[in-house]
């Protein structure tokens, strides 16, 4: 017989009676890193709480939601979903001058990431000191999506698992918004394994373009500079965050949420204790992100495939590209030592991961 959790959302976002007028600011729980490392689903348990919407990447709302039809975890395209088309109004009410193309326009010019988005921090350490106009319209534009969806979730938190060190940055500076930050990590031989693997479009299981494998080099070079920029961000942003390996948050659920908890001033209680009975956490309508979202639950699994899978010479080729930043962040080079089915991957003379 499953637990009873108190948590577990039973009304859809779009039900819930909307906040007319959200005055204080929206807090937004935003989880950064790089791809392939959990962050769907650290999304799903976040917005598991009674207080938090999940959203999913929002740095992909407006360009694969609402113009290229990317399907929503409740099935429904984003242009079609009742949540989302009542955020849409709600964000259009709030911004009227704005139209999806014109955000787009903004994301290109101020997020979404050239030459790995080195070009997009050059802009953003500009704006901080010379701020255009149009840097202060994307703001505004941003925040009133936030504010749109704590309206019309009737939720007070956004959980936003975009990931790139970019929009967090961006996030940093809207004074309307109460930003926790959270840099997920995870093996970088990991994320090797999980992007050698193709995926074929298929928009009704939630991937809406075809994925090319990536060579292991090439996956552990992108994995250190994510990584490497979500530090920086933490350390000039002067937003609250902390670090969090998936290794740590699969293994001891309960440690990780209660420090979850510190950061983002909330209790899971009730989520760990489902957690740890194995009871399915709802998802409700998330939109891009890994396509376990799909499913319409998730449950905490460890996933330790790639230590079985990826060959030894693909593991020696991710720890030449990034070995400094795995021992950095605790883990070991010898990976049948560093992880045990219920150990946290954390060797004893390890740094704490912050």
Known sequence: ?????TDV?????SLNSPIENVDRPVRVLYIMGAGRSGSTLLDSVLA???DAVGGGELVN???AGWS???VCACGKLGTECDFWTRVRSAWQRRVPDATVASYIALQKRFEFPHWFGLIQFARLARQRFFPSLAFKTYLRQTEALYQAMAE??????VVDSSK????????SRIQGLDLRLIHLVRDARAVAWSRRKSLAADQAAGVQTTIKPRPSWYSAGYWALINLLSMMVRLLSGSRSLRMRYEDFVTEPKRELERLGVLCDLDFTSTTNALLHGDPIRVEHPIAGNRMRMGGSVRLKPDWEWRDRLPNREQAICWLCAG????????SRNCNTAVADNVPMQPANAPRPI
């Open 324 to 331: 400094w930043m795995l021992w950095l962040f605790g883990y």
């Open 68 to 70: 290229s039809n990317e």
């Open 1 to 5: 017989m499953a637990h009873q959790n």
């Open 48 to 50: 598991n709480h009674p």
């Open 9 to 13: 959302q039973t009304q859809s976002p």
């Open 164 to 171: 790139t060190p970019i929009r967090a940055a961006v996030l």
């Open 152 to 157: 019309v979730s009737g939720r007070s938190i």
């Open 61 to 63: 709302l407006h360009s």
